[in-house]
């Protein structure tokens, strides 16, 4: 497996892990009341929002050949820290 590769793997495993833990948060708003409902929901959008710019570099990375991913890699990793960033703060609030 090339590193290319070994590295698409590790962003798909921890996107997939993040997307869970989104869907545990939206479980937990549902059930808060209408304020916090309010203030939880604002938080997902903001996390999905980055998701999604994660998921989008992602597929430039896996549509790129070997010699230009490394290109690729230093704004996939400035995305992948603001998201990862983004989802520890709320996760402790809804546990």
Known sequence: MSKKE???KK???QLKEWKTDIDKM?????K???EAKLEYY???EDLQS???AVQKKLTELKAADESA???LKSGIDLAWTSLGESIKSPRS???
């Open 42 to 44: 604002k938080q997902i």
């Open 93 to 95: 609030r809804f546990n």
């Open 11 to 13: 962003l798909e495993a």
């Open 69 to 71: 991913w490394e290109d």
């Open 6 to 8: 070994a590295y698409e």
């Open 32 to 34: 808060a009341d209408a």
């Open 50 to 52: 980055k998701q999604e």
């Open 26 to 30: 939206k479980a937990k708003a549902d």
